[in-house]
Structures are given as C-alpha cells and as structure tokens.
Antibody, heavy 121, light 106 residues
Framework: EVQLVESGGGLVQPGGSLRLSCAASGFSFNTYWMHWVRQDPGKGLVWVSRIKGDGSGILYADSVKGRFTISRDNAKNILYLQMNSLRAEDTAVYYC??????????????WGQGTLVTVSS | DIQMTQSPSSLSASIGDRVTVTCRASQSISNYLNWYQQKPGQAPKFLIYAASTLQTGVPSRFTGSGSGTDFTLSISSLQPEDSAIYYCQQSYKIPYTFGQGTKLEI
C-alpha cells in the first residue's frame, strides 16, 4: 500500500524557515515524480514544486521560486521541501504527492494527509 | 499560466440524480485533464486522468469527457458519499493549475 506521511509543519514567524518532510513507503520511490501542492485554508489547490525520480527535473511555482527548495533522498525514501523567507501568504496545508506520469501524462495519484504551515507573528 | 474555470461553483442534487460539472481551460490542453474529489478534513482523492480514464477502484458512475478546452465530469445515480468538492486540474503545462472547485451537496 502506498503511504505518504508529511511532517515538519507548524507556526513560524514571517521571514522564518521550515523544512517539510514526506516519508514514502509501499512503492519504488526513486522511479516516481513527486510534487508538493498546497491548499490555502478554505480555498483551492495550488501546485508548488515537482522533482523527478532521479532528482532532476526540478521546477517551482513563481510564487515560491528562490525561496523554496525541493529535494529527495532516495536512500531514505524521503521527499523534502525547504521553505525560507516565509510570508503570511504561504500559510496553507502542504501535500506530498506521487505522480506516475503514466504515458507521459502527469497526475496526482496518491496524496499524503497534509501538514499545516502557519506563518504569523 | 493556464486558467481553469469550473461551473457551477456549487450544486445541490438528490440521491439517484445525474449531475455534470464543467471545466474550461483558457487554452487548449488536449486531454491533459484530471479530476479529484475532496471531502471535508481529507486530502483530495484522484478520480480520473487523461480526461476520461477512471482510476482503479473509482465507481463506474463517474465519467469524464472532453478535449481541447472543454471538459465534463458526470456522476450518475448519485450516492450520499458523493457529497464533496470536485476539482479539475491541467497537466499540460507547468505550472499545473486547478479549477476553483465545485461543491456538490446531496
């Protein structure tokens, strides 16, 4: 069974940093694209970043470019999101997602339970 | 960025009804269109990819169609557990973008 378990969320002051982790199990982690998607409280879904199975193919949403860094440790089956220079508008639930990219088509097949990041003074 | 617009924003229906949710892309995305269902307090659940291919385990009363800019998600024979918010999402071009959601009440 595929499992994605996020951790690392919490309350942080504007300008601060957090590192989110996503522990993956039940599949060959190093063969899958992985993404982070966030959901503003009571609002919609926003794609944040993606990374290929071998650690290449990294891309970011413009709103986080230069501040967030996605990475993965395939030996430990963990996906990371390092978030620096946090702003109030980064407040959201952050989801870790597995993407099979089947037939060249990307889709968000499996989601973690999410971890809440609150940026506030 | 490709903008995804869903309609209606909300709808109410009865058990056994058939409903349709529409999703429109601001430019052609071929069939790079996925659908998700989200219930309160839960992460979204993947339903359909490539506009019409049902994820394994999703009931056959869910159907997706469309290509280019216009897509639909239909749910026939509504069940109480279908109450949720439904989102479309394009995977044609980064940044991947979602519709604003359609809240279905039963």
């Amino acid at each position: 069974e595929v499992q994605l378990v996020e951790s690392g969320g919490g309350l942080v002051q504007p300008g601060g940093s957090l590192r989110l982790s996503c522990a993956a199990s039940g599949f060959s982690f190093n063969t899958y694209w992985m993404h982070w998607v966030r959901q503003d409280p009571g609002k919609g879904l926003v794609w944040v970043s993606r990374i290929k199975g071998d650690g290449s193919g990294i891309l970011y949403a413009d709103s986080v470019k230069g501040r967030f860094t996605i990475s993965r440790d395939n030996a430990k089956n963990i996906l990371y999101l390092q978030m620096n220079s946090l702003r109030a508008e980064d407040t959201a639930v952050y989801y870790c997602i597995r993407d099979p990219d089947y037939g060249g088509k990307s889709y968000f097949e499996n989601w973690g339970q999410g971890t809440l990041v609150t940026v506030s003074s | 960025d490709i903008q995804m617009t869903q309609s209606p924003s909300s709808l109410s229906a009865s058990i056994g009804d058939r409903v349709t949710v529409t999703c429109r892309a601001s430019q052609s995305i071929s069939n790079y269109l996925n659908w998700y269902q989200q219930k309160p307090g839960q992460a979204p659940k993947f339903l359909i990819y490539a506009a019409s291919t049902l994820q394994t385990g999703v009931p056959s009363r869910f159907t997706g169609s469309g290509s280019g800019t216009d897509f639909t998600l239909s749910i026939s024979s509504l069940q109480p557990e279908d109450s949720a918010i439904y989102y479309c999402q394009q995977s044609y071009k980064i940044p991947y973008t979602f519709g604003q959601g359609t809240k279905l009440e039963i």
